[in-house]
């Protein structure tokens, strides 16, 4: 069965420190993969996708992923974040269900940036 | 271009009561979702239409909960008799395939309280 597993509930960082979010999957064949993010009281936007190719992808606002299909893993990171970052990241992955194709999250981590 | 709106944006209701939910999607997305997003949880699928046909309603409590999009493009989410256990935003999503690497853009949501 497919899931997607993101361990961290919750991370802080300072304002302009470096990032990384995790990510696992486990999916039978190669996942599509996708990030989003949730600002309150607002609905999910694409940060980012994954279909094939260079293992490490861009996305809006200096985003990147990298994906590991050794390691089942599509990691977020930004390399210098700001205090607007703060918001709740999904990972999750497109996959077949008994016939039909669905987005499968995982829980989500909550970001908190510093000041 | 507009994106997918809900409404209403809040709902309160007491256990037994019933509640619709609407969602508009963009223009020309063919695939519609339904979402349940319990606090502090990913989405979940519920249901899903291409034009005014279910694909996948696998995972919708059918007991309680419907779904239609007579016209292919607006649709309605119902709760019949509402239980505690429903408390959890609704998010309605819509794409312009249903294909598994198809980008999904998502509403604000309807924030659901039963009391």
């Known amino acids: 069965a497919q899931s997607v597993t993101q361990p961290d509930a919750r991370v802080t960082v300072s304002e302009g420190a470096s990032l990384q979010l995790r990510c696992k999957y486990s999916y039978s064949a190669t996942p599509y993969l996708f990030w989003y993010v949730q600002y309150p009281r607002q609905g999910l936007q694409l940060l980012l996708k994954?279909?094939?190719?260079?293992?490490v992808v861009q996305g809006v606002n200096s985003f990147e992923a990298e994906f590991s299909k050794s390691n089942s893993s599509f990691h977020l990171q930004k390399a210098s974040v700001h205090w607007s970052d703060s918001a709740v990241y999904f990972c999750a992955l497109s996959g077949a269900s008994s016939g039909s194709w669905q987005l499968i999250f995982g829980s989500g981590t909550q970001l908190t940036v510093m000041p | 271009e507009a994106g997918v709106t809900q409404s209403p944006r809040y709902a309160v209701l007491q256990e037994g009561q019933a509640v619709s939910f609407w969602c508009d999607p963009i223009s020309g997305h063919d695939t519609l979702y339904w979402y349940q997003q319990p606090r502090d949880q990913g989405p979940q699928l519920l249901v899903y239409?291409?034009?005014?046909?279910?694909?996948?309603n696998s995972q919708l409590p059918s007991d309680r909960f419907s779904a239609v999009r007579p016209k292919g493009t607006n649709s309605t989410l119902k709760i019949q008799s509402a239980k505690q256990g429903d408390t959890a935003t609704y998010l309605c999503?819509?794409?312009?395939?249903?294909?598994?690497?198809?980008?999904?853009?998502f509403g604000p949501g309807t924030r659901l309280t039963v009391l």
């Open positions: 239409f291409r034009d005014e046909a279910v694909i996948d």
């Open positions: 999503a819509s794409s312009p395939s249903q294909y598994n690497y198809a980008e999904q853009f």
């Open positions: 994954y279909y094939s190719g260079d293992p």
